[in-house]
């Protein structure tokens, strides 16, 4: 992965005001704390609560796993860096940090409409939902989505890899990503940027209409419930998987879709940082703080680790 050119990248971060460093080490060292204890938290409740065996909770905790690794593929690294100084990162590294971040995004939109359609055959096809989302079944689309970002991630990566670095190892950025390292390479990045938009294109339009059809005929179906408690019981099933596809898809779009506009490059990494350090802890909070049966199998474990200590 050696380029003949740069061997070192200096990440620039968000800011060189000392006192802004300060505040935003404090934010991201909380944040990063809450998102990786509240996403163990709920891998942790699915393992030992009989009650959360199902399809939706085996889906929740590979996308709790996705965003643990995502967050921590990038923030510790920038977190690093502004408490000691050292904004330099290896070409291997940064590639490496690139390709876990992209594997793990990508993959994520994947899993996003795997949920919803796993929302979709409990709603408008409960009496079958058991033998359609059977354990196997559940394992084959985890593996799916995996291999479907693995794909979309490999030639878009290729082409990075063959990237020259003459004049600049300046990334603007507060970790290594595709389009800041884009516009600091001197070789034609035509190709590169056409691949990254096609793929990131591809991801959103396939996984958005898998999503979009979803829940076209979940609503479908909730309307035509003759009692009130049961709309009110499916809307609630599917309302904290709703906020978290907003979230994901709204700041993604906002990243990557007008990828050349230069101005609007700080609002850019701010978007990313929300991306890759706030949504991963909210999104726990929001699957808890709405759902019933995690809030009880959380309160439950609370009570063995009392009973344990007592």
């Known amino acids: 992965m050696r380029n003949s050119t740069v061997t070192t990248f200096i990440l620039l971060g968000l800011t060189d005001d000392p006192e802004l460093q300060v505040l935003i080490f404090i934010f991201l060292s909380i944040n990063y704390t809450l998102s990786v204890t509240g996403n163990l938290t709920i891998i942790t ?83 079958h939902y058991v033998t359609i989302m059977s354990s196997r079944v559940c394992r084959i689309l985890i593996i799916s989505c995996w291999m479907a970002g693995l794909c979309i991630l490999i030639p878009p990566l290729i082409l990075g890899l063959n990237l020259k670095f ?50 076209a005929y979940i609503i479908k179906t909730i309307f035509r419930f003759l009692s009130v408690q049961q709309r009110k019981k499916a809307f609630s099933t599917c309302s904290s998987h709703m906020i978290v596809v907003s979230l994901t898809y709204g700041t993604c779009i906002f990243v990557y879709m007008n990828p050349t506009a230069k101005e609007e490059v700080t609002i850019k990494k701010v978007v990313s940082l929300l991306m890759f350090s706030v949504a991963p802890t909210l999104n726990p909070f929001i699957y808890t703080l709405r759902n019933n049966q995690v809030k009880k199998a959380f309160k439950d474990l609370i009570k063995r680790i009392a009973l344990l200590s007592s």
């Open 166 to 215: 003459c004049d600049s190892n300046r990334i603007d950025h507060f970790g290594c990503d595709a389009f800041p390292l884009v516009e600091i390479s001197c070789s034609d990045t035509w190709l590169m940027e056409q691949t990254v938009i096609i793929c990131a294109v591809l991801t959103l339009n396939m996984t958005l209409t898998c999503v979009v059809l979803s829940y």
């Open 45 to 127: 409740l699915t393992f030992v609560d009989s009650h959360l065996k199902t399809p939706m909770y085996f889906f929740l905790k590979n996308f709790s796993f996705l965003e643990i690794s995502l967050t921590s593929s990038c923030i510790p690294r920038y977190l690093y860096s502004i408490a000691t100084g050292d904004r330099v990162i290896t070409y291997n590294a940064c590639f490496i940090q690139v390709f876990i971040t992209d594997l793990c995004g990508v993959t994520e939109f994947y899993l996003l409409a795997t949920m919803s359609y796993d929302r979709y055959v409990a709603i408008c096809k409960p009496m």
